[in-house]
Nanobody, 115 residues
């Protein structure tokens, strides 16, 4: 009964910041490689950031230098700090394992960047 619950999305202006959280349960979280994915209207879901069980990170070129993924194993939580947000960052953001498990998508959290 793995469950991944995203939170923290909202409406922000271009250049603004937001921090997303993903709370995990039903897994040995400290052993998992985790990622943040997003899906914009009319586009395929894409992987934007990953963090391994030991804390190594990688980012999609489109968010490199602006987003930071982190984890707190004591809280079974993955975070995505998003700075310098652009309208093209507008999407529903999801967390999942890397590679993803089709059965574990949560509800996602909506991020809208608009003036």
């Amino acid at each position: 009964q793995v469950q991944l619950v995203e939170s923290g999305g909202g409406l922000v202006q271009p250049g603004g910041s937001l921090r997303l959280s993903c709370a995990a349960s039903g897994t040995i979280f400290s052993r998992d490689n985790m990622g943040w994915y997003r899906q914009a209207p009319g586009k395929q879901r894409e992987l934007v950031a990953t963090i391994t069980s030991v804390g190594s990170t990688k980012y999609a070129d489109s968010v490199k230098g602006r987003f930071t993924i982190s984890r707190d194993n004591a809280k079974n939580t993955v975070y995505l700090q998003m700075n310098s947000l652009k309208p093209e960052d507008t999407a529903v953001y999801y967390c999942n394992f890397v590679p993803y498990n089709i059965n574990y998508w949560g509800q996602g959290t909506q991020v809208t960047v608009s003036s």
